[in-house]
Each structure stands twice: as structure tokens, then as C-alpha cells.
């Protein structure tokens, strides 16, 4: 990536003290973001994929929430020991964020046109008339039939997918420099889902942001995402180009993955292959390789020692003591 | 009978903005359900007549007269010089039933406001922020609670009683016992409301609409007052309305006690209380109780039919339109 680096994340690491227990939810990640790259950021439910970039945000609860350490650093500035009033003044403006339900995430009573002009007067000093006319462009600029006449509309009166085109006007009409987009089809049906993902590609595009998309559908990363990086029970297991992880995953759990996508190619009537076991418990402090217990390829050094992340190729790198190719350690 | 084959090209000649009806605004859903509440809308219809009872009948009726005492015309039964007949001094009971009402009213509305703010201010300062926060102000908030309110009205207007030196308001100059009343209905009954308050800001801080407010920017106050408080209106408007039916009864406890709003300012409540002092009076002159009673159950009753009316206009899960 010769881009210029926007963020990076350092060994980042998120904790949830509650009455059972700590809760290891994000243990020491690290990964870079350039300008106006899109990195997909997949794995399954619960595996640290929207806590991590809520702690970037500061939007962790706290408590029972804890940054137990790390950095993030945007614009060589670190936003986890940034104060919550300069925090402000990056969220919405220089970082935005959609969010996974369109249904649940805007709020009932207010009219969207309130919703959104709000953030531009607040971000963008405008002043209400020159919001109002600027969020009718927006509206418009995100597909939405007949804008001006529905600034005072509440939510409940859109559809599930307009209510998603709110939703992305609103993250983008301060220009961000990252837009992060935590599961943002996921709530959507498939023909909208389509149309969500071309209108932010097409938007990307126009604005020429960064982003973070955060899923665990691994079809809509391959149409959208420059980079992929694979989390498993708070971990970084595998990074790499969008390319290089489809033809040539290395992490047993990446490959485990990809089987269990349905495939076009594939005969009719055949079972979907599924991961034996389940997640594991993240109120027990992690040892050895989280994904060990349901790895085919596991050694014994894997239940003693959890593996760095290491290259193996240019821009790929990966968590992992066995060379999944050859059955062999590495 | 049309059969169905002429509809359809009626339908066919519809123009689309004529096939979807016109969604209706939160407003217009809430006064439907409201609407349909019989008895709510006689109460807003009585409780109309009631203000202009007290607020307009100043108009015809000068305040000096409602103070005006004349020994010769002690206890009239009413009659058509003295609709609501006349107390122990001469005093016009119609008349100051009319000034009476505009104290009652005032008081029954501004001790709610008073009762509103500080029951906001707490029960949202403990539920969005929580923890010892949240600890602190619900302890003391039960602390008041256990004491009886009765008890705390005595005592802080026996303690605050002709501390206040007299206001002018309206062109009326009023009693500063009128305020202390206020204010102390106002500080012993906004426990209830702070902590259906507090909970509602701890279960709408967690969606996920609040999560997206901060998320673009919005500073915590903003977040509480600007994005979890409208959400939490409809069961505020309800209690405020019942808040001034409680007030307006609260200031005729304490008026019957003699220790509320001090004569010659009449309010419905010492009024009451006048004619109760002497308990031949109850059973002799009923009209010394009766016009300053039916009001303050007249206000009550209608009060608190709109506050049921409103609580079931404005519940989101109410499905009825």
C-alpha cells in the first residue's frame, strides 16, 4: 500500500468487567487503514469485530468497558486518550459510523430532517437554512425519492432500505475521512442489500473516504473490500488483500470459512460445510490459539502458545503455527 | 351495487400521490387515540370552562369586591344578588370562588412545573449517568419518599410560612404564601416522576439510536435532552397532568390546615377550610362549602380524565388508531 496511512491500530485490547467475570472481548489488535482504502473486517457474532471499532470510536461503555491498552492513532493523533469534548468534534465529522438496523438506529421522535441537519449545524458551523437546503442535497445524493418533502418525516414513515439511505447521508454529511459501517446490509433484504452496497461504492467513489466494513458475509467483501482482515474471539488471525485471501487463505479458520460459504459452482443438495464446536469462552483469559479446540490442522503448540501475527507473503499475513498447506509447523 | 369490473378503471385513473394515503405525523396518530377517549375530551371541554371561570370572570367581577365585607349580609343562601350566597364577613362567594380558581389554577400549574423540572433533572441525571451517580441521588430520592408528604408540607410551611414578602403578578398583588405553597407542593412530590424518569433513560441510553447520536458527535447533554427525552414525554405529559391535579389538592389540604395560602387571598382550598372552622356552619350554610368543594372535584375529576386519555394516546405500543 503506497496510500498514505490514516489510522493505525496498536495492540488494542478490550475488556467488559462484569458480575461473572472480565470478558476478554478485543485482545491485542493491530492493523492499518490508507487513505481511501476499504478494509473488511469479517468474522463471526461475538467475535470482537463492533467492539473493536467502538473502542476506537469511545464509544465503549465505561464501565463495565475498559481499554486495558493499545493505541489508535488517526492523524497522529491517539483517540484513545483523546478527551470526550475533542472526541466530539471527531466523531460524525472526521469518523462516521452506520450502523447494523436501520429500524433501531434512528431515533422515533425526531423528524429525519432534525437528525441530520443537527450534525451539519454542529460539525460544519452552518447555520439552519443553509443545513436544511445542504441535507435536501444529501438526501438526494443518497437516492432518496422526493427529499424536500420529506425532511419532517419520522422514521417509522420509510422503508427499511431508505431508512439505511438516512442513515448513510446522515454518517456522510460532514465529508468523513472514515466511514465505518458496522454490518450495514446485514438487517436488509438481499435486493436492498445490493443496492446498499452499489450506492456506498458509489459514494465512496465521490468522496474518496476510507473505510471499515464490518461483516460476516464474505460474498459482499469480495465485491467491496481492498483489504479483509479476519478476526476470531478478539484476535487478528489472517490480513491480506481482498485477492490473495479468496485464492490463497492460510488460516485454518479463514479456510474453515470460505467451506461454509454456499457456492454456485457447487452440486445442488449438498450439505454446507460447518465449523465443529463453538466460539470460545471469553470470560476465561485466553490461552494458547483461540481457535485450537475446532482447528483440523492443530498441534500441540497451539494449546500451550498462541502464534503472532506473521507474514507469508507480501501484505499477508497470518496467526498461525501450522502451514495449512502442507499439514507441516512452519 | 357497483361491480367490480367498473372499479377498476377507477382505480386505473388514480394518480399514485392518490393510492397512498397521507402518512400520519406522531401528532395527528395521538389526537386520533385521543379522540376517541369520551370522557378525556369532556375533561378538557370542563377544564376549559374552568379557566375561563377564574380568568375571565375577573373581567366582571373586580377583585376588591371579592374582598369587600359588609357585617350586614353575614351567611346569605344564595340568591340573585349572591349567586353562591355570602360567608361570615359578607364576602361574595361567587367572587371569590372567580380569584380563588386563578390561585388554585396557578398553583395546581407552576407547583407541576416545579415538580416536572426537578423530577427530570434527577431522574435523568441518575439514569444516564449511573453508578454512584445514580446511587446517591435514588437514596435520597427514597429518603423523601418515606417521609409522609403531609407531614413534610407542615413542617416546611410552618418553617418557611411569612418568610416571603408579597408579589405582584397580573396586575394581583399575592400573598407570599402563595409561593412557599408552590414551591413546597412542588419539592416533597417529584419523587414518582424521577424515577419513572430514570428509568426510561436507562433503558433507551442502550438503543442503538442513542448509540448512533453519539456516535455523530452529540455532546452528552445534548444526547440526554435532545435525543432521550423526547422519547420519554408521553408518560412525563401524563404524570404532569396528574401532578396538577395533585397540587391543587395538596394546596387544600394544607389551606384546610391553615397553613397554605394565607386570607384575604382566597384559594378554593382555604376556602374550604373558613367554612369548615366552625362545624355548625357544615350542617347551616352548605353553600359555604359546597361551590369551593365542587370546583376543586370538578378541576381533579377532569384533570384526571385527560391525563388517562393522554396515557393511552400517546403509548407507542397502543395499536389503536
Known amino acids: ?330 | 351495487m357497483t361491480s367490480a369490473s367498473e372499479l377498476v378503471p377507477a382505480i386505473a385513473q388514480l394518480k399514485a400521490d392518490e393510492l397512498e394515503a397521507p402518512p400520519l405525523t406522531l401528532r395527528q396518530l395521538t389526537w386520533r387515540r385521543f379522540r376517541r377517549h369520551k370522557m378525556a375530551l369532556i375533561g378538557v371541554v370542563i377544564l376549559g370552562l374552568l379557566f375561563v371561570y377564574s380568568f375571565g370572570g375577573a373581567f366582571l367581577v373586580p377583585e376588591s369586591y371579592a374582598n369587600h365585607t359588609d357585617t350586614s349580609l353575614r351567611l346569605q343562601a344564595p340568591s340573585a344578588a349572591h349567586p353562591f350566597g355570602t360567608d361570615p364577613v359578607g364576602r361574595d362567594i361567587l367572587a371569590r370562588t372567580v380569584y380563588g380558581g386563578q390561585i388554585s389554577l396557578l398553583i395546581g400549574l407552576t407547583a407541576m412545573l416545579v415538580e416536572v423540572i426537578s423530577g427530570i433533572l434527577i431522574g435523568a441525571a441518575a439514569g444516564y449517568f449511573g453508578g454512584w451517580v445514580d446511587a446517591v441521588l435514588m437514596r435520597f430520592t427514597e429518603a423523601i419518599f418515606v417521609i409522609p408528604q403531609l407531614f413534610l408540607l407542615i413542617v416546611m410551611s410552618k418553617y418557611f410560612g411569612g418568610k416571603i414578602p408579597n408579589i405582584s403578578v397580573l396586575g394581583r398583588t399575592l400573598s407570599g404564601s402563595v409561593i412557599v405553597v408552590i414551591l413546597i407542593i412542588g419539592v416533597t412530590s417529584w419523587m414518582y416522576l424521577a424515577r419513572i424518569v430514570r428509568a426510561e433513560f436507562i433503558s433507551l441510553k442502550e438503543r442503538e439510536f442513542i448509540l448512533a447520536a453519539k456516535a455523530t458527535g452529540t455532546p452528552a447533554l445534548q444526547v440526554i435532552f435532545g435525543h432521550i427525552l423526547p422519547n420519554c414525554m408521553a408518560p412525563i405529559i401524563v404524570s404532569a397532568t396528574l401532578a396538577v391535579a395533585g397540587a391543587i389538592l395538596a394546596e387544600s389540604y394544607i389551606s384546610f390546615l391553615g397553613l397554605g395560602v394565607q386570607p384575604p387571598t382566597a384559594t378554593w382550598g382555604n376556602m374550604l377550610e373558613a367554612a369548615s372552622s366552625d362545624f355548625s356552619r357544615i350542617e347551616n350554610a352548605p353553600w359555604f362549602w359546597a361551590f369551593p368543594g365542587l370546583l376543586i372535584v370538578l378541576t381533579v375529576l377532569s384533570i384526571n380524565f385527560v391525563g388517562d386519555g393522554l396515557r393511552d394516546a400517546l403509548d407507542p405500543r397502543s395499536r389503536a388508531a
Open chain 1, 1 to 330: 500500500m503506497d496510500r498514505p496511512l490514516l489510522l493505525e491500530v496498536n495492540d488494542l485490547k478490550t475488556r467488559f468487567r462484569t458480575a461473572e467475570g472480565t470478558i476478554y472481548a478485543v485482545n491485542g489488535i493491530s492493523y492499518e487503514l490508507h487513505e481511501g482504502e476499504t478494509l473488511a473486517v469479517v468474522g463471526e457474532s461475538g467475535c470482537g469485530k463492533s467492539v473493536s471499532v467502538l473502542s476506537i470510536m469511545g464509544l465503549i461503555p465505561i464501565p463495565p468497558g475498559q481499554i486495558a491498552g493499545g493505541s489508535a492513532v488517526y492523524r497522529s493523533r491517539d483517540l484513545l486518550k483523546m478527551a470526550e469534548p475533542e472526541m466530539d468534534k471527531v466523531r460524525g465529522k472526521e469518523i462516521a459510523m452506520i450502523f447494523q438496523d436501520p429500524m433501531t438506529s434512528l431515533n422515533p421522535v425526531l423528524t429525519i430532517g432534525k437528525q441530520i441537519t443537527e450534525s451539519l449545524e454542529k460539525h460544519m458551523a452552518m447555520d439552519h437554512d443553509t443545513a436544511v437546503r445542504r441535507t435536501v442535497e444529501l438526501l438526494e445524493w443518497v437516492g432518496l425519492p422526493d427529499p424536500a418533502r420529506r425532511l419532517g418525516d419520522y422514521p417509522h414513515q420509510f422503508s427499511g432500505g431508505m431508512r439505511q439511505r438516512v442513515m448513510i447521508s446522515m454518517a456522510l454529511a460532514c465529508g468523513p475521512a472514515i466511514l465505518i459501517a458496522d454490518e450495514p446490509t446485514t438487517a436488509l433484504d438481499v435486493t436492498i442489500q445490493a443496492q446498499i452496497v452499489e450506492l456506498v461504492k458509489r459514494l465512496r467513489q465521490e468522496v474518496g473516504m476510507a473505510m471499515i466494513w464490518i461483516t460476516h458475509d464474505l460474498g459482499v467483501v469480495a465485491g467491496l473490500a481492498d483489504r479483509v482482515i479476519v478476526m476470531y474471539a478478539g484476535f487478528l488471525v489472517e490480513e491480506a488483500d481482498v485477492d490473495s485471501l479468496y485464492e490463497d487463505p492460510r488460516h485454518p479458520y479463514t479456510l474453515a470459512l470460505l467451506a461454509a460459504l454456499p457456492r454456485v459452482d457447487r452440486r445442488r443438495h449438498q450439505r454446507l460445510k460447518s465449523i465443529p464446536g463453538a466460539p470460545p469462552n471469553l470470560l476465561v483469559e485466553p490461552h494458547g490459539c483461540p481457535f485450537a479446540p475446532r482447528c483440523e490442522s492443530v498441534i500441540d503448540r497451539c494449546r500451550t502458545e498462541n502464534p503472532s501475527l506473521e507474514p507469508v507473503a507480501p501484505h499477508h499475513r497470518i496467526a498461525c503455527w501450522v502451514d495449512v498447506q502442507t499439514g507441516e509447523p512452519r
